[in-house]
Structure formats: structure tokens, C-alpha cells
């Protein structure tokens, strides 16, 4: 027996009851996206610990490389916004574990606190930059992608975010 022709499958989904209505393609969008974070989050993680800082969590990671993004001292609503979480407490939680490992510090700008990386989280960071470079880099370039439609999917997936920020925030009013 002969499998149908890929395109005949129809989109690939894990909720074929989401992929009934009048945009399929979403749920096909929603599924990819998931196993992607999923994929995401693993080599956070994995690629942190490779670089010699073991037991953080995908948040951890993402908060330690934007408080070291430019150098610059950081607030908890500049975070999350750049972030979009919208759950601060899970990113103050975040802030207060990489001070206590000594890859961040507090600090105060005016009345505000802020934190800012340490030169042990910048030696992190850097250390994940070359792991990355050494085995996603390569890996994605010997794929030959293109860059300029690497930047058109995120630009994409950005846009999309707004879309389902806004019907969260439909929904949270229903």
C-alpha cells in the first residue's frame, strides 16, 4: 500500500478538532510553534549547562541574556516587557535565583531597583554565545537557510503574537 501524496495529508496538527474550522493552516502554525519552544526550552537549558551554569530553568536563561543584552542596568517591568510575560513575579523569581548564583546584581536607579549582570554572567553568556555558534549556527547554516527568510518567519511570529495577545485579552473578558 502506497501513502497519498504529502499534500494530500492535509496540515499536520496534534487537535484536529482545532484544524476543522475556517483556518486550518493556524492550527497546523500552533502545532509547529509548540514542538518549537518545546525544542527551544531543551537546548536553553542544555546549552546553559554546557557553558557551565547547570539548574536553570528556559526563563532563567532568556532573563540572564537580556539583563546582559548591552550591558546596561535592567528594571522587572523593562524585562517583562521586552519578554512579554506577563506574570512578574515568575521573572522577579527568575532575578532573585541568578543573584543568588552570582551572575546578577542588584542595584538602584533613583527609587528604582535594577539589576544588572555580573562579570561571571557576562563570562556565561559569552561561553553560551560560542556553544551556540559551534552547534546551532553551523547546524542551521548546513541546512542552507536562508537568513533573510529566517528574519521574515520571526517578523511573522511577531505579528502573530499581537494576534493572540489580543484575543487573550477578548477572551479574558467573556
Known amino acids: ?61 532568556l532573563v540572564l541574556h537580556n539583563v546582559n543584552h548591552r550591558g546596561k542596568p535592567k528594571r522587572l517591568a523593562d524585562i517583562c516587557l521586552v519578554l512579554n510575560i506577563e506574570d512578574t513575579h515568575l521573572v522577579n523569581y527568575a532575578l532573585k535565583k541568578l543573584e543568588r548564583l552570582k551572575l546578577l546584581k542588584g542595584g538602584r536607579k533613583g527609587k528604582e531597583k ?39 518567519i520571526a517578523a511573522a511570529m511577531r505579528s502573530l503574537s499581537g494576534q493572540y495577545d489580543q484575543a487573550a485579552r477578548a477572551a479574558a473578558s467573556l
Open 1 to 61: 500500500m502506497t501513502s497519498p501524496p504529502p499534500d494530500t495529508l492535509g496540515p499536520i496538527v496534534s487537535s484536529g478538532h482545532l484544524a476543522s474550522g475556517a483556518l486550518p493552516a493556524l492550527s497546523e502554525f500552533e502545532f509547529a510553534m509548540n514542538m518549537t519552544v518545546h525544542a527551544f526550552q531543551r537546548w536553553m537549558i542544555r546549552c546553559m549547562a554546557a557553558a557551565g551554569v547547570p539548574d536553570l530553568s528556559p526563563l532563567d536563561v
Open 114 to 152: 535594577t539589576v544588572e549582570v555580573t562579570p561571571a554572567g557576562e563570562e556565561a553568556c559569552r561561553r553560551y554565545a560560542q556553544i551556540r555558534e559551534q552547534l546551532l549556527v553551523r547546524s542551521v547554516r548546513a541546512t542552507g537557510t536562508d537568513p533573510a527568510r529566517l528574519s521574515e
